[in-house]
């Protein structure tokens, strides 16, 4: 059974840093891209970085270019995204998922993500 668990949010200054950790199960983790995405209030959600099976690539959305870095971590079936400079645009739900598009409506499940609050 696929299960996603993201946790590291909370609230965070502007310019502050968080770093989020994405654990997965139920598929095969070690071979599979895994992105983080995000949703804003009244917003869509949306690509935040995508990360390769190998960890050889990254990509992220312009919004998260020079602030944030995805990694696979050591930890087995553990992605992390660490955050940087914030900015209270980035206050969403934070959610991971498994694959390598960067659209939010081909992926049929969803945990329950990770709320990141950045607010003075």
């Known amino acids: 059974q696929l299960k996603l668990v993201e946790s590291g949010g909370g609230l965070v200054q502007p310019g502050g840093s968080l770093t989020l950790s994405c654990a997965a199960s139920g598929f095969m983790f070690d071979d599979s891209a895994i992105g983080w995405f995000r949703q804003a209030p009244g917003k869509e959600r949306e690509f935040v970085a995508t990360i390769s099976w190998n960890g050889d690539t990254t990509y992220y959305a312009e919004s998260a270019k020079g602030r944030f870095t995805i990694s696979r971590g050591n930890a087995k079936n553990t992605v992390y995204l660490q955050m940087n400079s914030l900015k209270p645009e980035d206050t969403a739900v934070y959610y991971c998922?498994?694959?390598?598009?960067?659209?939010?409506?081909?992926?049929?499940?969803w945990g329950q993500g990770t709320q990141v609050t950045v607010s003075s």
């Open positions: 998922n498994f694959g390598s598009s960067m659209e939010p409506s081909d992926y049929p499940y």
